[in-house]
């Protein structure tokens, strides 16, 4: 791991050299996992050795993120490609690179009786984003193929994360439905994972682990600056193999993650790594497309919008290789 994160330095500071440093405008949800990655980066003068001025910019929710790369003043956000496809659709030249494949789990008390999908019948699942979140609909067309409708024979309540969280640990809900990081805090505290979202996929058609996630900016930023974006890309990959290979580096960003503890500060880490994209663009996407259509089966119009299938420009391919 050290000679791969190494070979990645020289590759950085090879390509720097030949740069003055290109600015880079990057719109972040403040309490997001990029946050963490910056930290490193910063610690270690990635950008530096990249040849790059981050300006950073912190928002509210992911929503802002979106509204602020639409509205041009930032040039990469983080978001998913259900929504960049759709984006693409409607006539936005956006591009997806894979960030993360760390999705959320369902999760239950320890003692909990429930043990299978089919167990959750009659009880209280507490689903985190609303009716049209992504890990929802894959967690109900799972389920269908068992024959369950969890829509109908569940009592769902939707919310905000940290409150369903907060409920389900209360004993107000039997399950929950929600976001990694959630499931990772609950898990620290002695929950048991019922299944993890990344578990299904290959029920729904996906061959591997899908990044969700990932850097989002517009066709014509990549086109002007193809080098810098393969730069940023090339100096994030550095940033997660030092967080995959260095506690001590999870030591300096602990109270960015909002940790209570150390078994949280564990628990976020484990998950965090298993959620590192290693896959080629090629399989990435061809998940992502088998993704897309059991979500507009599931989901409809209302999730993917006009369009039957992913966007075939959704991808970004502008580096070598890829």
């Known amino acids: ?26 719109a972040v949800q403040k309490t997001g996992t990029v946050s963490w990655e910056l930290k490193v980066i910063r610690d270690r003068g990635l950008d530096r050795d990249a040849g790059l001025d981050l300006e950073v910019t912190e928002l509210a929710s992911p929503e802002a993120g979106k509204i602020a790369l639409r509205g041009g003043s930032a040039d990469v956000i983080v978001t998913d490609w259900l929504w960049v496809s759709r984006e693409r659709g409607l ?19 320890s003692a909990s009786p429930i043990t299978t999908l089919a167990d959750l019948k009659g009880r209280k699942l507490a689903v985190a984003g609303g009716p049209i979140d992504k890990s929802w609909l894959l967690l109900q067309a799972a389920a269908k193929q068992d024959g369950i409708d969890l ?3 569940a009592s769902i309540a939707y919310g905000a994360p940290p409150l369903l969280a907060q409920k389900t640990l209360s ?20 929950f048991r994972r019922l299944v993890g979202i990344e578990e299904l996929l290959p029920r729904l058609g996906a061959k591997g682990r899908v990044a969700m996630i990932g850097y989002v900016f517009d066709e014509g ?17 550095a940033a997660k193999e030092i967080l995959a290979s260095s506690d001590q580096a999870w030591d300096a960003i602990a109270p960015l993650t909002g ?13 965090y790594r298993e959620g590192i994209p290693r896959r ?8 992502a497309r088998a993704l897309y259509r059991v979500l507009a089966a599931t989901g409809g119009a209302e999730i993917v919008g006009p369009a039957a299938e992913l966007d075939p420009g959704t991808y970004y391919r502008g580096l070598p290789g890829g």
């Not at 950085?12 to 880079?24: N, R, V």
């Not at 930023?221 to 393969?230: E, I, L, R, S």
Request: proline share 4%.
């Open 1 to 26: 791991m050290f000679a791969r994160i190494l070979l990645a330095g020289l590759l950085l500071s090879a390509s720097a050299a030949a740069h003055a440093a290109d600015t880079i405008r990057l």
């Open 91 to 109: 006539g936005a030249r956006l591009l997806f690179y894979p960030y993360s494949s760390a999705v959320g789990a369902v999760m239950v008390p």
């Open 151 to 153: 829509r109908s024979q």
């Open 171 to 190: 004993g107000e809900m039997d399950a929950t439905l929600n976001y990694w990081n959630f499931c990772a805090a609950l898990e620290a505290k002695g």
């Open 221 to 237: 930023f990549a086109a002007a600056h193809g080098d810098a974006v393969a730069r940023f890309i090339a100096m994030s990959r």
């Open 259 to 271: 940790a209570p503890d150390a078994a949280t500060l564990r628990a976020y880490r484990d998950r």
């Open 280 to 287: 080629p663009i090629a399989d990435e996407e061809a998940d």
